[in-house]
């Protein structure tokens, strides 16, 4: 992964946000509030009384049947397809050796994962959070993406430098900036890792609330419009997640019942979406 692969990416996205035409896999502002809370009922509610403020397309292996690409005329978005399969690409491999250094820093076999997640059931989604008055972004409950750990491994997210992404000490319980840091990538841990790993490495709450003040007017402060894309890694969808056999022993019993990738991704997007 270079500054080149992560910039073509960026930009072709930046792009696709100036036309809708290109718009693919399109969730559009208000369809969505990502929660930890997985009761359909209760985020229902929550998305009526605060949804989060962003848009975002989504990009899935290409070859899937059944969640199909949906791909912008090439003459709309010259070379956003090429551009993004690329980078998908890319996302993957880097998983796969950021799976590798995890296994041996658990006393696993370097290859242990390979097998496990060689299918590509990732999800690549460009995120666009337009410009909003700071005020209603600070508004109770309100935010740009509430608070939630993701589903899968690893989530490699690359942020522009607008910042309010924050993630949550799990000692102290309070929420630190995660301000960007240009060419880096944030890695997150997903619930399937924490399953996995039982909680020897734990997912990380997370959410993207306005950045430190910057006036644009006399009178209204305006929380500028950010970009951001988050590569959602994921075992392949039939791999069993169970207690990995180094994380439990004597006094440290399996915490989670075994789940293949595909029943708990699906029974998270059901609680989210229904
Ligand atoms: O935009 C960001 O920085 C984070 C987005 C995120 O956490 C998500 O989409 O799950
Ligand atoms: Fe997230």
Not at 55 to 70: A, F, H, L, V, Y
Not at 80 to 108: E, N, P, S, W
Not at 200 to 220: D, G, M, Y
């Amino acid at each position: 992964m270079t500054d080149a692969n992560i910039d073509s990416a960026r930009l072709k996205s930046q792009l696709a946000w100036e036309d809708p035409r290109s718009n693919r896999g399109y969730v559009q502002i208000g369809r969505e509030r990502v929660t930890q809370s997985s009761d359909a009922n209760e985020i229902a509610k929550l998305r009526a009384k605060a949804p989060d403020f962003k848009e975002s397309m989504e990009i899935g292996r290409d070859w899937d049947e059944t969640w199909k690409n949906q791909w912008p005329q090439e003459s709309d978005a010259p070379r956003f397809k090429q551009t993004m399969l690329d980078f998908y690409q890319t996302c993957h491999d880097l998983h796969v050796h950021v799976m590798r250094a995890i296994a041996l820093g658990l006393d696993l076999e370097e290859t242990y994962f390979d097998h496990k997640i060689d299918e590509q059931c990732h999800n690549l989604r460009l995120l666009s959070y337009p410009p909003i008055r700071t005020d209603l972004l600070r508004q109770d409950g309100q935010a740009r993406a509430g608070a939630h750990s993701d589903y899968g491994t690893l989530t490699l997210l690359f942020q522009d430098s607008v910042g309010g992404l924050e993630v949550q000490n799990p000692h102290t319980m309070e929420y630190q900036a995660a301000s960007p840091i240009p060419g880096s990538i944030v890695v997150n841990a997903g619930d399937l890792l924490a399953r996995w790993s039982n909680d020897v490495l734990r997912s990380t709450l997370h959410r993207v609330v306005a950045p430190p003040a910057r006036k644009v007017s006399e009178t209204e402060g305006i929380t500028p419009a950010r970009q951001s894309m988050a590569f959602f890694c994921n075992p392949n969808f039939s791999t069993e997640i169970s207690c990995l056999p180094t994380c439990s022993g004597p006094g440290k019993e399996p915490k989670y019942a075994p789940v293949t990738t595909e029943q708990y991704i699906v029974g998270r997007l059901q609680a989210t979406y229904i």
